[in-house]
């Protein structure tokens, strides 16, 4: 028991994301649900998705002018081309014109390629699942009208670090060190 907070001590597992040792309290992120708008005819959802993507494809080359990093920008790019892959749209597409709005049908179109990524044998390729959740989400953000929204960013020297659960890379670029140190 710690004497300062009269709480249990956690032992939290999980992958570093940067070497080092962190001394502080732990901020945990966790997922949002994201509310779509209600359904509007075939031809306005097609629009909202079409939108959405084109929206979410100059986030991700944004991201990528900023990441300095080859990794990062690798991993952004996976996720761009994802965006142009008309076997990952068109499903979600067919799913608007037989009813199915447009958050709705890109997670319906989506989702399947999730699961594939997680059930992989291949530990790179699992990895990439959660590339495509944020890939998701962000499109996700943008039907829901939040994509305008300023990121979530922890108050600096408030915490030691913080904790999510299967994050994308890409949804992590905003809190590097250098650009949460600017903020």
Request: charged share 25%; aromatic share 6%; hydrophobic share 45%.
């Given at each position: ?80 081309a994802l965006l ?100």
């Amino acid at each position: 028991m710690d004497d300062r907070t009269h709480r249990a001590a956690h032992r939290i597992e999980g992958r570093s994301a940067a070497p080092g040792l962190a001394l502080g309290p732990l901020v945990r992120l966790i997922s949002v649900q994201h509310e779509v708008r209600q359904y509007r005819s075939a031809a306005e959802e097609h629009r909202a998705l079409v939108d959405a993507l084109a929206a979410s494809q100059e986030d991700l080359g944004a991201l990528s002018r900023q990441a300095g990093d080859d990794e990062a920008e690798a991993i952004l790019a996976f996720q761009m081309a994802l965006l142009e892959d008309d076997s990952l749209v068109a499903p979600a597409l067919a799913r608007i014109d037989a009813g199915d709005g447009a958050g709705q049908a890109w997670s319906a179109a989506i989702d399947p390629e999730i699961a594939s990524y997680d059930a992989a044998e291949d530990p790179y390729f699992r990895a990439r699942a959660s590339d495509l959740r944020d890939l998701r989400d962000r499109v996700l953000r943008h039907l829901a009208g939040e994509a305008d929204q300023p990121p979530f960013w922890p108050p600096i020297g408030a915490m030691a670090g913080w904790s999510c659960a299967a994050e994308a890379p890409a949804a992590m670029l905003p809190f590097s060190p250098g650009r949460a140190a600017s903020r």
